[in-house]
Nanobody, 118 residues
Framework: QVQLVESGGGLVQAGGSLRLSCAASGRTFSNWNMAWFRQAPGLEREFVAAITWSGDTDYTDSVKGRFTISRDNAKNTVYLQMNSLKPEDTAVYYC????????????WGQGTQVTVAS
């Protein structure tokens, strides 16, 4: 059974930083494409960042220059370093995974709350 577990969320003041972690199990993590999504109350889920099996990264425009996605294959973990946080970053952040980069994300974590106080 594929399982993704997020951690690292919390309350932070505007301008602060948080580091989210997503621990994966059930398949060969090194060959997975990984991503972070987020969903604020009353809004649709949106893409935040992704990292391929080869290490290529992609970010939504609103987080470019502030967020960094990375992975540690030895630990089966993907990270999202979030700096210069803004109130509009407040959301539940979800980790997602897929084997084929051309397919939709098939596996999702339970989410971790990030709240940025103004």
């Amino acid at each position: 059974q594929v399982q993704l577990v997020e951690s690292g969320g919390g309350l932070v003041q505007a301008g602060g930083s948080l580091r989210l972690s997503c621990a994966a199990s059930g398949r060969t993590f090194s060959n997975w494409n990984m991503a972070w999504f987020r969903q604020a109350p009353g809004l649709e889920r949106e893409f935040v960042a992704a990292i391929t099996w080869s290490g290529d990264t992609d970010y939504t425009d609103s987080v470019k220059g502030r967020f960094t996605i990375s992975r540690d294959n030895a630990k089966n973990t993907v990270y999202l370093q979030m700096n210069s946080l803004k109130p509009e970053d407040t959301a539940v952040y979800y980790c997602a995974a897929k084997v084929d980069r051309r397919r939709p994300y098939a596996y999702w974590g339970q989410g971790t709350q990030v709240t940025v106080a103004s």
